[in-house]
Nanobody, 122 residues
Framework: QVQLVESGGGLVQAGGSLKLSCATSGGTLSGYTMGWFRQAPGKEREFVVAISRSGLRTYYADSVKGRFAISRDNAKNTVTLQMNSLKPEDTAVYYC???????????????WGQGTQVTVSS
C-alpha cells in the first residue's frame, strides 16, 4: 500500500510560483508512474501532468505546458511540481497519484493523496 502526502500548496498572486511536493509514507515510488491532477470547485478532476518511472518521459496537459514542470527523485521518494506563471484559473485542489503501469496516459491511477489547496489571486 502506497500512501501519498502532498505539501506546498498555498495562496499566491497571479504570475507567482509555487512548488508542490508529493512523498510517500510507505513503500517506494520508483516503481510507479506518478501524476498530478487538480479539481476546482464545481468541476471534475482534471489531469495536469504525468512522469514515467525513470523520470525520462513526461506528459503535460495543454493548459499547463510551458508553465509547470514535474520532476522526481526516486532516491528520496519524492515528486515535485514546480508551478510558474500561475493564473487564477489554476486555483484548485491538487492531487498526487501513483499507478503501477509505465503508461503516461489515462486517468486510472491506483493510489491518491488527500490533496493540497492552491489558490491564485488576481
Amino acid at each position: 500500500q502506497v500512501q501519498l502526502v502532498e505539501s506546498g500548496g498555498g495562496l499566491v498572486q497571479a504570475g507567482g510560483s509555487l512548488k508542490l511536493s508529493c512523498a510517500t509514507s510507505g513503500g517506494t515510488l520508483s516503481g510507479y508512474t506518478m501524476g498530478w491532477f487538480r479539481q476546482a470547485p464545481g468541476k471534475e478532476r482534471e489531469f495536469v501532468v504525468a512522469i514515467s518511472r525513470s523520470g525520462l518521459r513526461t506528459y503535460y496537459a495543454d493548459s499547463v505546458k510551458g508553465r509547470f514542470a514535474i520532476s522526481r527523485d526516486n532516491a528520496k521518494n519524492t515528486v515535485t511540481l514546480q508551478m510558474n506563471s500561475l493564473k487564477p484559473e489554476d486555483t484548485a485542489v491538487y492531487y498526487c497519484a501513483a499507478k503501477g503501469t509505465d503508461y503516461l496516459y489515462g486517468r486510472n491511477y491506483d493510489y491518491w493523496g488527500q490533496g493540497t489547496q492552491v489558490t491564485v489571486s488576481s
